[in-house]
Structures are given as structure tokens and as C-alpha cells.
């Protein structure tokens, strides 16, 4: 066996998966005011050029802001707003971020990079906005569009695993494609 031709492989093989992990971040442009991330269950000040990764929470305080970059779109995040990056993922053909609103707003500007086809989406338990142009703000029950469209559902009816490929959905436990149990106390909790 020709163990150079092997150590080149898995050269190459640590270089492919280094890029896939290095892909599923973004990156803080700005900070203003109380802003954090909830690392390994720990609230930690974010500050301008972090990284934050893909199923971490990000949490604004009052009078507070944060701007993100991932690849060429930008999400505002507004006071007293909590997220979640469920889904940063790019391919050769396609960026995909997916967020979860706990609270709060989210502008988001929404750019092509790369000639590559952009799905990006932000939920709450009461709707899911797939954009369809360029700009819009999602704040709890309000969307409100300035450039391009934005298209809206109920969120009862999007799947979060089958429709937006997310893995671990913050907001319900899915034991399998089209089993949907709320994570709700149970009676008497």
C-alpha cells in the first residue's frame, strides 16, 4: 500500500471537512448595546467580527442591536429580540439559512452571492416567511416587505425536517416525518 497516496487523501478529506465546518457560521459586523450567545449553556457577550454557528442562540437586551452577515445576506436583529441560527448551510448551487424568531424582530436584506439560488427563512410558532425578494422584517405576527416579495405560511403547516432540511427545529420534537408532538408540559406540570 502507497501510504503517501493515503496521507494525501485524508489531507484532502480534513481540507473538505474543515470547509463544510467553517461554512456553518456567520459572522457579528456589529454589536450595539447587551448582546449574547448561548454557548454550552453559558450567556456570553458577542462583540464586533465573531463568529457565531450554525444551532446557537443569539439574545439582544433593551435599547440593544447586532447586525450578521452569512455569505451575502445581513440580518438585523432589533431590542429585545432572541434567535436561533437552526440552519447556515452553502453548496455549490445553493446558500441556506434558516432562523428561528423567539422573540422579538429581525430585518433581514437578502443578497445573492456567487450566482448561487438563496433559501432563506425565519419562523416563529405562528408563521414561516420564505423570502422571495430582497428585504423584509419579521417581528412576531407583523411581516412587513420593502423590496421584492416574501412569501408567508401558517406554522402548523411546514415541516421544519421534510420542508427546510433542519435538523434539530428549536420549537417542536418531530420522532418522524409528518409525527409532530409540541414540546408542551404535560397535564398537571
Known sequence: M??????KSLGVLFVLCSATLYANTATV??????VEVSR???????????????????STGFKSEAIIKYKGSVMKLGPLTRITLEKLATSD???DVSV?????????????????RVSYTVRNPIAVASVRGTEFIFAGNEIRCFDGAVAVVPARLVNPIRDLGISKPVD???ESEGNVKDNLPAEGS
Not at 2 to 7: K, W
Not at 29 to 34: L, Y
Not at 40 to 58: F, H, M, P, Y
Open 2 to 7: 502507497n501510504f503517501s497516496v493515503l496521507r
Open 29 to 34: 459586523v456589529s454589536t450595539v448595546g447587551k
Open 40 to 58: 454550552n449553556n453559558v450567556w456570553v457577550a458577542l462583540t464586533e467580527n465573531e463568529v457565531v454557528r450554525e444551532g446557537e442562540v443569539i
Open 93 to 95: 448551487t445553493k446558500d
Open 100 to 116: 428561528f424568531l423567539n422573540t422579538g424582530a429581525v430585518r433581514s436584506t437578502v443578497n445573492h452571492s456567487e450566482n448561487k
Open 172 to 174: 417542536r420534537e418531530y
